[in-house]
């Protein structure tokens, strides 16, 4: 959720923009055509989230990777993954519109299946290893649960799903397999000198995930479409 361009405006001029709060300004270089906007506003959080998870993760060239989660975080995640030089990104999702937005952003396979039967088809697309690094971008014990099973050993598991549990397995399936365990709230200031070069010289389009836009007024029903999966994320223009 953010603002965007002044109605009628073609370009944008040197501006500041938040990442997490006013004390986190950070000056766009140079004039930016208005059209960058929306990728611009998804480095306050929701494109480091994503590069943070990967990032936490471990991932590199040559990596094999699984997202958990087809929300703009994980799809974020999936970008940051080929970013970073990822050979396999695995996403589980079944959001059609959403995964599609996925295999755009570099998901070499889209998996839907959930549970056991999600975690049986990741270990058969890689010959029943699992992946060096899975990015759980939901925050429920189940995808939790589903992280576990397809990491691979000594992988790493990597969480920016705001958890909605206080227990969950730390126990043998992790100790056993040497899987680590990472993750947390993504200081998005210290990325955005990172990605601002790959959003402003179009390398890539973070804020393709946003699928619609409102003005102030509409924003309590921006959330509530979001909530209701109506929506992947909604921007809010002055």
Not at 153 to 170: D, F, K, L, M
Not at 181 to 201: F, K, N, Q, S, W
């Amino acid at each position: 959720m953010g603002c965007g361009e002044p109605a009628g405006s073609e370009a944008v001029k040197p501006r500041r923009f938040a990442s997490r709060t006013p004390g986190t300004l950070v000056t766009v270089p140079a004039e930016v055509d208005s059209s960058l906007l929306p990728s611009l506003l998804s480095l306050s959080d929701v494109f480091p989230t994503g590069y943070h998870s990967a990032v936490s993760a471990g991932v590199q060239e040559g990596k094999t990777v699984t997202v958990i989660g087809d929300g703009a975080v994980g799809l974020s995640a999936v970008l940051s993954a080929r970013l970073l030089g990822a050979d396999l990104v695995i996403l589980m999702g079944r959001h059609e519109d959403r995964t599609n937005l996925g295999v755009e952003f570099g998901a070499t396979d889209v998996v839907p299946e959930r549970g056991e039967e999600g975690i049986a088809r990741v270990r058969e697309l890689t010959g029943g290893d699992g992946t060096h690094a899975v990015l759980e971008a939901v925050g429920y014990e189940n995808a939790y649960d589903m992280a576990i099973g397809v990491a691979r050993p000594g992988g790493a598991i990597s969480r920016v799903g705001v958890p909605q549990y206080t227990e969950a397995n730390v126990g043998l399936d992790l100790f056993m397999n040497n899987v680590t365990l990472t993750g947390g709230v993504a200081p998005a200031r210290a990325y955005i000198e990172r990605l601002l070069p790959d959003v402003l010289e179009g390398r890539v389009e973070p804020g393709k995930v946003f699928d619609d836009a409102v003005d102030v007024e509409g924003a309590p029903n921006a959330y509530r479409a979001m909530s209701e999966r109506r929506s992947l994320k909604v921007m809010v223009k002055p």
